[in-house]
């Protein structure tokens, strides 16, 4: 790098080529800083952009109030009790002992308004003797039409709840199957 020295014939070649070199020193050391300025400026002005935000990511989420606690507990509580009311196990319905099988939730809204399922799952009828049941019910305690969803309700409770003798389908004579290939 070039750096004009006082014009002045007295300089030998070697005083000039250190008066360059100091010079260049300071020439870069003022880049230096200037860099350096710049430097913690950019850090400075990124911190005082992105610092509230880079705040909420390191403090997590804000703490419960307390009625918010109370409502995801609630809420919790409630999620817990409806998978109880849900609960199936062994195609049984646990919170009312229903068979579950086609139609089973029309005789849960239906037939347990007025008394428990279990009146439904201690009896065993055939389809004519369920509605006659039905008929009773509606003659004397006022159950109201059942509507289109009769036959359906018939239907699950002759085939759930029938009498035992014929509750039971008899046992599959295998030779007589006559099998077919199932085309899909
Ligand atoms: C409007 C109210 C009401 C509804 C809805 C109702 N029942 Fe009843 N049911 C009664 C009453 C009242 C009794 C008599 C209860 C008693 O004897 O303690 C009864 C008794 C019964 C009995 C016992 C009958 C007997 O001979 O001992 C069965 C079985 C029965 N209901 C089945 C059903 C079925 C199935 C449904 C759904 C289709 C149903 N109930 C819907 C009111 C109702």
């Known amino acids: 790098m070039f750096f004009p020295l006082p014009d002045d014939s007295n300089h030998t070649e070697r005083t000039r080529d250190r008066f360059n ?29 992105f610092g509230p935000a880079m705040e909420d990511w390191f403090r997590g989420p804000d703490p419960l109030t307390p009625q918010q606690e109370k409502a995801m507990l609630s809420a919790r509580s409630e999620r817990a009790a409806k998978a109880e009311q849900d609960k199936i196990e062994n195609g049984i ?11 089973w939730e029309l005789v849960r809204t239906t037939c ?10 201690q009896n065993r009828a055939t389809y004519e003797g369920w509605e006659d049941m039905i008929r009773w019910m509606q003659a004397t305690q006022g159950l109201w039409d059942l509507g289109d969803t009769e036959p359906k309700i018939l239907e699950y409770l002759a085939n759930n709840y029938a009498p035992d003798e014929s509750g039971r389908r008899a046992n599959l004579d295998v030779d007589e199957i006559e099998w077919y290939i199932l085309e899909l």
């Open 93 to 103: 319905h646990m919170a009312t002992g229903l068979k579950v099988a086609e139609g």
């Open 112 to 121: 347990t308004a007025c008394h428990s399922a279990a009146l439904v799952t």
């Open 21 to 49: 070199e100091s010079w260049h020193r300071m020439f870069m050391a003022v880049i230096n800083a200037v860099k350096l300025v710049l430097g913690a400026a950019t850090i400075l002005l990124m911190y005082l952009w």
